[in-house]
């Protein structure tokens, strides 16, 4: 009877559809985001309600005055459970914007207003029996369907405008998968306006919310490998973290798969690798593979209170070793187990620590290496974490008094004078509660690209110290700061330098730079470029260090040096044997002969220091003399006109 009275076919087929994407749902793993909870529950809701349609349509085709209340209830039900779903609906596609998600509040003042204008025409309706009128044995469902149809339409260009508002923050699959469902609902919101009494209503929201699951959710899985992809592990270590999970995580790296994503699934390498998965996936241990790009692979063992960790990493590294085996003689593989929970189970955190142990604790390059995470490991990575956030926040607001940037100085004894004429000015680091040498930072600053920045809030905190040592009135020659070979090797750095230097106003040869020998072999025609310009300009230059590189003569003499500053090292060495006295004697001669001034750091003791006397050096640095203090201290050692 009731298919005689209305054709519920696009109804039975929108429920099929919504069935199986659940079924599709629960029997994989989506991506767990910010809106994937609307999504499965938006989902959900259209399969009940679709269902309830159904058995509305059915009961309203062969109405029986003995159902009455029941369709009521039901229709009632239908119109709870479809605000519902519209509201979902709304939410996720407005919360596709992370902008959005900010103002949550505001979207939900939105939902609650529609939500009562909802109930008012529903409950005026239901008043006015306009909704339930029955006829020759059939309920008439025009205006209950027609009042769906409004409300649909009304939701569907809520989204598009919110969408239109907030189109500079939204990507460009996010945009054209709205615009796509909004067009789409358009489209037969209007064929179910005219094509009544076929009713295929639950189409307009069953299939917005499968589209958004397939699009945004449906991980994708490699049908030869099993990996998942990087997205997906992102996801599996957030869900670990929120259910509390204690799982094990490995971390592969093999260089000759750096361009793994590009090869066909034909390929030999390819082949190999997956046979290599399919061995790793035996293990058992709830083993799950990700392919997270550029050679690199990470494993979960969900079981982690069941597996002894060194004898699950042996097994994994005879499987590895069987795979470049078989593969070439020149692949390697590099294997870091670690435990997810000392890194709050953060995905990118996980893959920091994970470089991190490849650079520090993996010496050999050219050998397949395995390695467990200690416990001071992980200590060790969350200081240089600490200090990494610290140079970072630093390099990002680039405050030149930046007060986490510390200056100190030691004061350098000059031999004629008998006095301190120059200081060496040396880098401090706060970070939190504790302040740090330049042996904990400089490395991590250069090989992340803040040392610059470092040195032109050093520079600038030494400039304003030497404008008020020279508005005072003291007789000094200088302050030494140390620069990077990094940036004397970036084309036209000086001028970021003279900037700062004359910005304050100082004399400019009261400005002195330090460079190590590394630098010269470094870009070196950038480097004599920017040495001479601020040479030129009146700055002198200390080559810092010698003796602890190339201390190639013949090389130093194309650099405009003016004073040479030898390494403790070379100092230690003269103290225990004469012939190495010997030698730095001539070196000091040779250097003066070229119109330089020589300068020994590292003089702690009588001894030293007459080693240091008796080798000619024209300056002498060390604790014999003075140690480190904070900049402003120099006012103690250097003298008044």
Known sequence: MANEVYNIVGEVASLSFGIMIVILMLFTRPRITFVYKLCSIGLTLSVIANAINIVIIKAAGSFQEDNFLLLGALMIAFIVIYFFIIALLFSYISFLSAYRRKSAFLINIMIFIVAIAYT??????????????????????????????????????????????DYDNLS????KTVFFF?????????LQYLFYPHIFISITYMLPFALFYIVFHANPHDELMGSQDKSSFETMMRQDKVAGKNVLYMFIKVPRLTNFDFLGDNN??????????????????GITIFNLGYGEFAIRFSNRYFIDTNKITGKVVEILNEFIEFEESNTIYRLVVMDAKKVNFDPYRARMLFLYILENKIEDDFSSMSYIIRASDYDAFEKEERILSVLRDISYERNLNDERVICYAQPIFDVDSKS??????????????YIIGPDKFISLAEKNGYIHTLTCIMLNKVCRVIKQLEDQGYDFDGITINCSAIEFSSKNMYKQLFKIIFDN????????????ESALFTHSSNVISNMKKLNEAGVIFYLDDFGTGYSNFERVRDYPFNIIKFDKSLLYAAVRNDNMSNVMSTMVNMFKAEGCKTLVEGVENDYQNKVSLNNGFDFIQGYRYAVPEPIEALENYFKKY
Do not use: P
Not at 125 to 146: N, P, Q, R, S, W
Not at 268 to 285: D, I, P, S
Not at 505 to 516: C, F, V
């Open 120 to 165: 008012w025409f529903a409950v005026s309706k239901f008043t006015t029996g306009e909704i339930l009128v029955a006829k020759d044995g059939v309920v008439e469902l025009y205006i209950f369907e027609k009042f769906l149809i409004y409300t649909a339409f009304i939701e569907s260009f809520m989204s598009v405008v919110i969408t239109i508002i």
């Open 505 to 516: 106003k100082i004399q400019i040869s009261h400005i002195r730079m330090e460079l190590t």
């Open 268 to 285: 030999f390498v390819y082949l190999h690798t997956a046979r290599c998965t399919r061995k790793l996936e035996n293990l058992g241990y």
């Open 172 to 175: 460009k699959i996010v945009k």
């Open 420 to 433: 301190f004429r120059t200081a060496e000015a040396l880098m401090r680091l706060k970070v939190g509660d």
């Open 182 to 190: 909004f067009t789409f609902n358009l489209i037969i919101l209007q």
